[in-house]
């Protein structure tokens, strides 16, 4: 099975703040990737798929990158709705789908 | 709108059962993989199952194999997990989500979740 990693676990940032969440794939996964924000007591929420995709509804400041084993999410500008623990997931190998552990964003 | 509730959730003896449901509502449910996905307290996402459009192919992860079987009523646009011989590991907040893209799939809707505890 796919083992997929994500750096750092957690970090604290500031609002308007730029940020990067590195996720990592032990093997090559092509851009099979999605993106998902997570707050307190809620569902998962789909950002970004197909590694760079932004899902319809969510706001520019999110963007995604990379293909292979190595990918990233930036947020260009911190807002207050968006410290939250997001998670990576790979949907390329069939038939196992496996999420990241997440990385927490709070205040600092 | 698309509409997920699962219901089903609660507190139940190891070794015990429960049948979770999920009733979709603003999308074609009959078009769509359908999957079921599961969070233990202050953990990460665990994907428990999937299910085909017509219930011809199901899948599931190692951890629930033999224990739990997906299945789903296109006519009442409804998905459900049964789960037997269950753990205090099966503790978590099960979530309904519809799968997108390819099996195997990305998640683009999500319940709000049903929590199951399993202790004595």
């Known amino acids: 099975a796919i083992r997929m990693t994500q750096s750092p676990s957690s970090f604290s940032a500031s609002t308007g703040d730029r940020v990067t969440i590195t996720c990592r794939a032990s093997q090559g996964i092509s851009s099979y990737l999605a993106w998902y924000q997570q707050k307190p007591g809620k569902a998962p929420k789909l950002l970004i798929y197909a590694a760079s995709t932004l899902q319809s509804g969510v706001p520019s400041r999110f963007s995604g990158s990379g293909s292979g084993t190595d990918f990233t999410l930036t947020i260009s500008c911190l807002q207050s709705e968006d410290f939250a623990t997001y998670y990576c997931?790979?949907?390329?190998?069939?038939?196992?789908?496996?999420f990241g552990p997440g990385t927490k964003v709070d205040i600092k | 709108q698309v509409q997920l509730v699962e219901s089903g959730g609660g507190l139940v003896k190891p070794g015990g059962s429960l049948r979770l449901s999920c009733a979709a509502s603003g999308f074609t449910f009959s078009d769509y993989y359908m999957s079921w996905i599961r969070q233990a307290p202050g953990k990460g996402l665990e994907w428990v199952s999937y299910i085909s459009s017509s219930s011809s192919y199901t899948n599931y992860a190692d951890s629930v194999k033999g224990r739990f079987t997906i299945s789903r009523d296109n006519a009442k646009n409804s998905l459900y997990l049964q789960m037997n011989s269950l753990r205090a590991e099966d503790t978590a907040v099960y979530y309904c989500?519809?799968?997108?893209?390819?099996?195997?799939?990305?998640?683009?809707?999500w319940g709000q979740g049903t929590l199951v505890t399993v202790s004595s």
């Open positions: 997931q790979q949907y390329y190998s069939y038939p196992s789908i496996t």
């Open positions: 989500a519809r799968g997108v893209g390819g099996l195997p799939y990305y998640f683009d809707y």
